[in-house]
């Protein structure tokens, strides 16, 4: 069973995350949902994920602070920051951890979290 933290604290758009999830995974998953960082990271301390979705914008923190608070995560670990902003991807460290993607918020989400989950993400799903 992967497990799937998401970090959103828009519910429209955890809401979105989450059934576009059920549309294109073909593999069984669990997920739990967060509204900042801090209440991730309490979880993180006790449990693991295989695949970590975050906006990168959240109440608690902001751009690359975001990045750093996820960045001691086991190297195996899917990291998927996503932003409503592309001035976002020029400005952020993203290379903190090996297995870092990050998407838009925009017209072209749903492509690219089908992109970043059929070629990109590295999971052991037996």
Do not use: W
């Not at 001035?87 to 838009?104: C, G, Q, V, W």
């Amino acid at each position: 069973m992967v497990k799937i933290i998401l970090i959103e604290d828009d519910s429209i758009m955890s809401s979105a995350v989450r059934l576009h999830l059920k549309v294109i995974l073909e593999f069984e998953y669990t997920i739990e949902v967060f509204g900042n960082v801090r209440s991730a990271l309490e979880y993180l301390v006790n449990n693991q994920c295989d695949i970590l979705i975050s906006d990168i914008n959240l109440p608690d923190s902001k751009g690359n602070d975001t990045i750093e608070s996820f960045s001691s995560l086991p190297h195996n670990t899917n990291i998927i920051f996503m932003s409503g902003s592309s001035d976002d991807m020029e400005s952020l460290a993203l290379k903190n951890h090996p297995n870092t993607h990050f998407i838009m918020k925009d017209m072209e989400f749903n492509e690219s979290m089908g992109h970043v989950f059929t070629k990109k993400i590295k999971l052991k799903t037996n």
